[in-house]
């Protein structure tokens, strides 16, 4: 396809998979595939890659390996990431929930990672293709944080910021996107470079990361049983860790626009100043919502949208998803301070 140049940047016509997988492959070493609709793409677009002996950013040509399931896809990426491999897979559905065993062990060892989901209803009377955030919210209970993409520029982006935001967290993300509304949505978009996604991978972060694995030179113990008093203690050990992620969050997004000049926040406010009715919106539809709160807005309507992109994991533990909440009500306070009382998020 015919491409122009913007600045160093060039606008390329993207949907939102092959903007996720242009950043997933290239800060990644490790890519474990299964294919489900409306995420197949992304597998077959870094297998693709991989095939033509396209390098990361780290000089490399990614290991790209299918396997027989999303479950072993999740246990091949759980296991890669134990040894030091950067890892990431992609996913969908019920795809997403044969992923949640594996995930609850990455997030419970503190493990940066970050999945791509093509979020799609889950499967229940019947089978659904179309998107909607069934899948990501079966999910949040596994401890992951989770971002979210509005459209095909956000998609790139948020892909590189959630793989910043998460080797400084030590906590795995989730970034998801609706699926066909965004993954199957063609937008001329600005694409990033290697030298923009070097910019924003802390090498030093990422050495700490490698230290942490398992290895016979520096052995340490994994996968032990425990009793309750002991097991629920190390569920309090990881708070502070939640606690801290937002403000990580905003800080990878603020370094991001000072690269890009695209700024994002953990949420947007549209609208009136004073407004007296308020939506709350995540993924594509905040966008539909932001054109018709202007045109409102212009014609008098006390009216504003809020766009959310970070929202919760709770980590298995009730004070993991208490300290989170706190952290997203301050942020949400600061950023939007039109909004007096926060009830619930």
């Not at 396809?1 to 800060?27: C, E, F, I, W």
């Not at 966008?287 to 504003?304: D, F, I, M, P, Q």
């Amino acid at each position: 396809m015919a491409t122009s140049t913007y600045g160093q940047r060039k606008l390329v016509p993207h949907d939102g998979n092959s903007a996720t997988t242009h950043v997933a492959y290239a800060v990644n070493e490790v890519i474990a595939i299964y294919p489900i609709t409306p995420s197949t793409s992304m597998g077959e677009i870094a297998d693709e890659k991989a095939s033509m002996g396209e390098k990361n950013i780290y000089g490399s040509v990614p290991t790209v390996v299918e396997l027989q399931s999303e479950g072993g896809a999740a246990g091949a990426a759980h296991g890669a990431l134990t040894t030091g491999a950067l890892t990431t897979t992609f996913t969908a559905s019920q795809g997403l929930l044969l992923m949640i065993p594996n995930m609850f062990k990455i997030a419970g060892e503190l493990t940066p990672a970050v999945f791509h989901i093509a979020a799609r209803a889950i499967s229940t009377q019947a089978l659904s293709i179309f998107g909607d955030h069934s899948d990501v919210m079966a999910a949040r209970s596994t401890g992951w944080g989770m971002l979210a993409s509005n459209n095909v520029q956000e998609a790139m982006d948020t892909a590189l910021i959630a793989q910043a935001a998460s080797l400084e967290t030590r906590l795995p993300f989730m970034h998801f996107f609706d699926g066909f509304r965004t993954s199957s949505e063609i937008q001329k978009i600005e694409e990033l470079t290697h030298d923009d996604m070097r910019s924003m991978i802390d090498e030093g972060m990422v050495a700490e990361f490698r230290c942490r694995s398992l290895s016979p030179e520096h052995p340490t113990v994994r996968g032990t049983a425990q009793n309750p008093d002991v097991y629920f203690q190390g569920r309090e050990t990881v708070n502070p860790y939640y606690l801290k992620t937002p403000a990580i969050v905003q800080k990878a997004m603020d370094k991001f626009a000072k690269l890009t000049g695209r700024q994002y926040r953990l949420f947007d406010y549209v609208g009136a100043p004073d407004a007296d009715r308020v939506v709350i919106m995540m993924g594509s539809g905040g966008e539909t919502a932001v054109e018709t709160v202007e045109h409102l807005v212009s014609r008098g309507e006390k009216v504003g949208v809020v766009k959310v992109r970070l929202t919760g994991a709770c980590g298995g533990c009730p004070m993991s998803q208490m300290t989170l909440k706190m952290g997203i009500e301050r942020h949400l306070r600061k950023e939007v301070p039109e909004v007096k009382t926060v009830e619930s998020v």
